[in-house]
């Protein structure tokens, strides 16, 4: 079974308006991290955002902010007021605590492009 | 600054040569990894190393070999064997045992065949 489901390949948004980015894992550990990368075309990974499992509120950086729902193994990275250079590739990936607990696993991206 | 230096920037290959991938890292980080991307796809495992003289094959290692003999250093080696070379390469690096820290990644090297 799939880690970490990405269901939306690419989508569209408007500038200035915010996005949601889906993001659905499978762990059966309870202690877990999951992290939200942008790859711009250039290629580098940019680290954006964590949210552990037992983490009471959603996370946020800036203009980014994490919809965590742990019933529904959902993660979802929201950005608000989008901008140009948003336009990017964004992976979710998850961090499990025990076995084989320094690997990751990352979902397939979502091809994220801004409209001005 | 810490951070991941991965060289070069861009390698051609002719058929039936050995190339390496160089990735240092100064983060003082004891796991490393190699990633393999191909355009518009996702990240594939092709190799990682939770310390020194250890390593373990992820989930595309056919036709790759890495060596671990310094904590800072995880080179990539595409050998003949790899029939379709031509992709992004990856290099991250992270702490052990906590899995609240994430990746910090390299900024690529990108491999074409000649």
């Known amino acids: 079974a799939q880690k970490i489901t990405q269901t939306q390949p690419g989508m569209f948004v408007q500038e200035k308006e915010a996005v949601t980015l889906d993001c659905t894992y499978d762990?059966?550990?309870?202690?877990?991290?999951l992290f939200w990368y942008k790859q711009p075309s250039s290629g580098e990974m940019i680290f954006l955002i964590y949210?552990?499992?037992?983490?009471?509120q959603n996370a946020t950086e800036g203009r980014y902010s994490l919809n965590f729902q742990k019933a529904r193994k959902s993660a979802n990275l929201v950005i608000s007021a989008s901008q140009l250079g948003d336009s990017a590739m964004y992976f979710c990936?998850?961090?499990?605590?025990?076995?084989?607990?320094?690997?990751?696993?990352f979902g397939s991206g979502t091809k994220l492009n801004v409209k001005p | 600054d810490g951070g991941i230096t991965q060289s070069p920037k861009y390698l051609f290959r002719k058929e039936g040569q050995n190339v390496t991938l160089s990735c240092e890292q100064n983060?003082?980080?004891?796991?490393m990894y190699w990633y393999r991307q191909d355009p518009g796809q996702g990240l594939r495992l092709i190799y990682y190393?939770?310390?020194?003289?250890?390593?373990q094959k992820g989930d595309i290692a056919e036709g790759y070999s890495v060596s671990r003999e310094k904590k800072e250093s995880f080179p990539l080696t595409v050998t003949s064997a790899q029939k379709n070379p031509t992709a992004f390469y990856l290099c991250?690096?992270?702490?052990?045992?906590?899995?609240?820290?994430?990746?910090?990644f390299g900024d690529g090297t990108r491999l074409s065949i000649l």
């Open positions: 762990t059966s550990d309870p202690s877990y991290g």
């Open positions: 190393s939770q310390i020194v003289n250890d390593f």
């Open positions: 990936a998850m961090r499990e605590d025990s076995y084989n607990f320094n690997k990751f696993y």
């Open positions: 983060l003082n980080h004891d796991a």
């Open positions: 991250a690096s992270s702490m052990v045992g906590q899995f609240s820290q994430p990746q910090h």
């Open positions: 949210q552990g499992s037992y983490d009471q």
